[in-house]
């Protein structure tokens, strides 16, 4: 949840007492304690350590790392560098986002210190997901150098998928910066694609991703490959 929209979208989260909400651009203390009045926890996106102080002091009860290469908006710090500087302060629950999509990433992010990874692209290219099915197999045609990171169709820097931008009739590869003053959620950088509908958010990872496959599928492939990097580790 972000943008300009809480207080609609938070009206239905206590009303059906969402046991966990995410929040992103900016902690709301007031989200914050409207969830924890039906014992639901809230956790925030964060691309650095001062973001992520601010929002634990507003009542945040666990931290999304969003690293360099995270799909939708994203940060530039390592993953290496960010997790590191989160825990010399903070011990609660904390996730790690970023170009994750194997299971040996999975395993990697639980070593440097999150308790959690935070898997998105891999699951639009799903069979079970709502997204269109040309998002869905651009994504599995697509590797990491298909990613786009640009601050234009929302203000706020974020990972694209290449091919959506060229459909939009747009030049990845000059792209204006936008007014960061100015964000709108609903842009897509002109007057017919809007981000998010038309402009796909997208990570890094995707290369590890070669089809559209059912999400038991992708669950089965990520068990196997964090079961064979654990063996690895553990054999050596």
Wanted: a negative charge; one cysteine or more.
């Amino acid at each position: 949840m972000g943008g300009t929209q809480f207080p609609q979208d938070l009206a239905l989260f206590v009303k059906h007492k969402a046991p966990i909400v995410i929040t992103s651009l900016g902690a709301v203390e007031e989200v914050n304690q409207a969830v924890h009045s039906y014992g639901g926890l809230v956790l925030h996106d964060v691309i650095h350590d001062r973001h992520a102080r601010k929002a634990i002091e507003k009542g945040a009860d666990g931290l999304i790392a969003v690293a360099t290469g995270a799909g939708g908006h994203a940060g530039t710090l390592s993953p290496f560098a960010l997790i590191q500087e989160l825990r010399q302060w903070f011990d609660g629950p904390l996730l790690l986002s970023g170009a994750i999509a194997n299971g040996g990433a999975v395993l990697a992010a639980q070593a440097m210190g999150a308790d959690l990874a935070y898997v998105g692209s891999p699951f639009i290219a799903t069979e079970e997901a709502r997204a269109p099915q040309e998002q869905k197999q651009a994504i599995a045609d697509a590797r990491a150098s298909d990613i786009v990171y640009t601050n234009l169709f929302t203000g706020v820097h974020g990972n694209y998928l290449r091919q959506s931008i060229v459909n939009a009739g747009l030049d990845p590869d000059n792209l204006p910066q936008s007014d960061p003053s100015k964000m709108n959620f609903g842009s897509g950088g002109n007057q017919s694609a809007k981000a998010w509908k038309d402009i796909w958010g997208c990570g890094q990872g995707i290369g590890a991703v070669d089809a559209v496959v059912p999400t038991a599928a992708l669950v089965a492939r990520l068990t196997r490959e964090y079961q064979a990097a654990k063996a690895r580790i553990c054999a050596g």
